[in-house]
């Protein structure tokens, strides 16, 4: 039976929001908020692969695993793949160290495609938008799909192009947690970075340059990504909004 590693990148030096994987949370850090939910999933291990000593002992003090990376890494697959290289993992599911609300539903979907006996050499997951909500906002990326699911292209401009006269379809936003074979991991931080990655600065598209597939799981759930302090105050209210619920 496959062995499936869950690792969360927390790099603490983010450009817009430097150390927000610390960033207090509902009295916790956002760190605990991912490690929490990915440990509910069917994930055989987690670990938190950090750069800072701060942030190692930051998980440790709440019970997580950590591991200490390379602070030079170009992207969050070779972070990534410098803890999975040292296991005996079949399966790896990256889970994005900004994504507290992640559910562990949507970690276990990647889980069994990546673990079934006709599994993709990659996996991820988009959520259906409406296409008003994020044409005009390149931080979010739009991903067009094949009729059997698989990625066709990623990119921040608004894709398909609704020409006048044409026919609206569904429209998706790309969530950007993968779940590797691992195989295809330790080939994908071995290739050089491409001319369309290079343009979008989307490291996936490195993948479909090099006739890597990527398939495709349509969710209706959805996160709120922590990018920048206003973010935060958006993750708080939400957060109260969940608790008030209960």
């Known amino acids: ?46 670990l938190v692969a950090v750069d800072e000593q701060k942030v190692f002992d930051a998980v440790c003090a709440f019970g997580g695993k950590a591991v200490m990376t390379a602070k030079n890494h170009p992207t969050g697959s070779d972070r990534i793949w410098e803890v999975a290289s040292k296991s005996d993992a079949d399966a790896i599911i990256n889970i994005q160290g900004d994504e507290p609300f992640v559910k562990p539903e949507v970690i276990d979907s990647l889980i069994d495609a990546i673990t079934a006996a006709d599994a993709p050499e990659m996996a991820t997951v988009v959520v259906p938008c409406k296409r008003a909500e994020f044409e005009n906002n390149p931080n979010i990326v739009k991903v067009v799909l094949s009729a059997d699911s698989y990625a066709l292209y990623f990119s921040r401009s608004m894709i398909p192009f609704l020409r006048v006269g044409g026919t609206e379809i569904e429209t998706y936003r790309h969530w950007g947690i993968y779940a590797y074979r691992r195989t295809a991991l330790e080939r994908f931080v071995s290739l050089p970075e491409g001319k369309l990655e290079q343009c979008e600065k989307l490291e996936q598209l490195r993948a479909l340059e090099n006739g890597m597939r990527i398939k495709v799981i349509v969710t209706q759930y959805s996160s709120i990504g922590i990018d920048t302090p206003e973010e935060l105050a958006k993750a708080e209210a939400f957060l109260a909004s969940l608790q008030k619920g209960n």
């Open 1 to 46: 039976m496959a062995k499936t590693l869950a690792v969360i990148p927390a790099r603490y030096a983010s450009t817009r929001f430097p150390g927000k994987v610390l960033a207090d949370l509902g009295g916790k850090p956002i760190i605990q908020h991912v490690w929490e939910r990915a440990v509910r999933s069917k994930a055989d291990e987690v």
